[in-house]
């Protein structure tokens, strides 16, 4: 079978996974929409401001429209948030202090986070006396029992859970999953925060886990909630209590979120919130067949093609670094930026060890739009996601079935 045969052949299969990806998306526009009407957004709000941004409409109106759209009572949205890590930073400072600990119910945290709460002598949370502790997935599911187990401990003040795969061989966790495990650490007495890591789940599913019993939801921009477009920036959204403090580590506790301006305007920023429901299902959508075509390979990915995907990302295994690398450079080759650019891993900050990552993007590292990274660590498995188009999904797709093939 040529390259073109087994491509038609895996969207014939898909169809039905595609109709569903396309009425996940049709409700996440309305629910978008619905906060842009809600909010009265118009033209006056896209405007550079400069300065303490005192007044500044376009800022408040943002944080107002993204509340809405997640359902929560408030929001921070900031072209100031750097990265996805920096907003998990910012959030964590906000609703933690000396004494408290922190409890991951989802296993270890992405790798950037490591030294934000284990550093030593690098203003970690570790640094400001805050302790850390986890418990693992069992079977992809959370460990209901060593969730109570943790919960013992009157110092844990902010259960954090991580939505994504991050680096690990595992599903994203559902929507489902969330909420259920939000309920029953509320059924053991706990009356902190419950604390998401959102990155690569927005608008893949019809709710956010906002709505699902979390306190706290964090993401960047350049992520599924930008849409694409947004240049740079993140968000955390939730209960007031939580912004409002959060707000006050943002900036600081005088001012919290009365200050911040863009001097650039913020056109890009609503856009890309209005684009997001779209984009995250071309991604989506792009992420079923590659993952149907490299198994008709025998190739193993994840999640299965049995499974709903619950967030962007796809994993594929490897046998070698070779293979890895290759398949990297084969995604940056189809890229509509850098494609002439031969890819090498490299010691990147924040990763444990080397990393090697397609991005030919138009926003740098932004990955909804097509990419994929790894670190170079046995199992060798590729982490790939994004795609702004379907159609570019599947011109990435025919360059790496030739350079497989």
């Known amino acids: 079978m040529n390259i073109e045969e087994l491509i038609k052949k895996n969207e014939n299969k898909l169809s039905d996974r595609f109709a569903n990806a396309e009425e ?45 759209a997640f359902g929560v009572e408030a929001a921070l949205v900031s072209p100031n948030i750097v990265s996805g890590t920096h907003a998990l930073t910012v959030g964590l400072f906000g609703v933690l202090k000396a004494g408290d600990t922190l409890f991951s119910i989802s296993g270890a945290p992405y790798d950037t986070l490591t030294e934000v709460i284990e550093g030593k002598d690098n203003g970690s949370l570790a640094d400001y006396g805050i302790r850390f502790k986890k418990c693992e997935l069992s079977g992809g599911d959370f460990d209901y029992r060593a969730i109570a187990e943790g919960l013992c401990d009157q110092s844990v003040k902010v259960v954090f859970i991580q939505r994504s795969r991050g680096y690990a061989w595992r599903d994203a966790l559902s929507e489902e999953k969330i909420a259920k495990a939000s309920a029953f650490v509320r059924a053991q007495g706990f009356t902190g925060c419950i604390f998401v890591d959102n990155c690569y789940g927005e608008f893949v599913e019809k709710t956010e886990p906002t709505e699902n019993g979390a ?10 909630a930008g849409g694409g477009i947004a240049p740079t920036g993140g968000y955390i959204v939730g209960k007031r209590e939580f912004i409002d403090r959060i707000a006050g580590r943002m900036t600081a506790p005088s001012v919290g979120a009365e200050v911040g301006s863009y001097a650039f305007g913020y056109q890009y920023f609503y856009e890309g919130l209005f684009l997001a429901p779209h984009v995250v ?22 999640p299965s093609l049995s499974a709903s995907p619950y967030d962007i990302t796809r994993a594929i295994r490897f046998d070698t670094k070779e293979q890895l690398i290759a398949f990297i450079q084969a995604v940056q080759e189809a890229s509509p930026v850098d494609s002439f650019v031969t890819l090498e891993p490299w010691d990147m900050p924040g990763y444990q060890e080397q990393v090697i990552m397609a991005a030919g993007t138009f926003v740098q590292g932004a990955s909804i739009e097509l990419s994929a990274d790894a670190p170079i660590k046995e199992p060798y498995i590729a982490y790939f996601q994004g795609g702004l188009t379907y159609e570019h999904c599947k011109y990435a797709l025919t360059k790496i079935l030739e350079k497989l093939i």
Request: hydrophobic content about 40%.
């Open 281 to 302: 299902c071309q991604a989506i959508k792009g992420s079923l067949l590659i993952g149907a075509c490299l198994s008709d390979l025998g190739y193993t990915t994840s």
């Open 215 to 224: 306190d706290i939801a964090v993401g960047s921009l350049i992520k599924n």
């Open 24 to 68: 996940i998306a049709y409700h996440n526009q309305c629910k978008v929409m619905e906060a842009f009407r809600k909010n009265k957004i118009a033209l006056r709000h896209f405007v550079q401001t400069t300065g303490y941004g005192y007044g500044d409409e376009g800022r408040d109106a943002l944080n107002a429209l993204f509340a809405d």
